[in-house]
């Protein structure tokens, strides 16, 4: 079991918040927590240049800050991903592979990873 924390937040934020946990199929909660993990996980100096960009940075310079987390993310992910399927597909084919086969083994690989999804 875990803990509850609270926040007080805007009427604005809460309803971004409601809005996306809909749109995730979460609950505020789940966005909150995942929300928490992830300031919590950056180094202390990240969480005060975020803090800076909150108080000191326009709306643009903000959106342009965090499409370059984003960013990072995704790459971070796509890499993760290209690892996890290198491993998978050695064991679906042999390194002789034909193209029908190595065809084969990328239809497998894409069906399993957008069942994760």
């Known amino acids: 079991m875990g803990r509850t924390v609270s926040a007080y937040v805007t009427d604005e934020l809460a309803e ?12 505020p909660a789940q966005i909150a927590a995942l929300a928490l993990r992830f300031f919590i996980a950056l180094p202390r100096d990240a969480r005060v240049s975020l803090a800076a960009l909150e108080s000191l940075g326009t709306e643009s310079e903000r959106r342009l800050a965090l499409n370059e ?11 993760m991903t290209c690892r996890r399927m290198q491993g998978h597909g050695s064991t679906l084919v042999s390194d002789h592979a034909s193209d029908e086969e190595l065809d084969e083994a990328a239809v497998i690989l894409t069906r399993s990873a957008l069942k994760r999804a």
């Open 16 to 27: 971004s918040v409601a809005l996306e946990a809909k749109r995730e199929d979460r609950s």
């Open 69 to 79: 987390v984003a960013r990072a993310l995704n790459i971070a992910e796509f890499e």
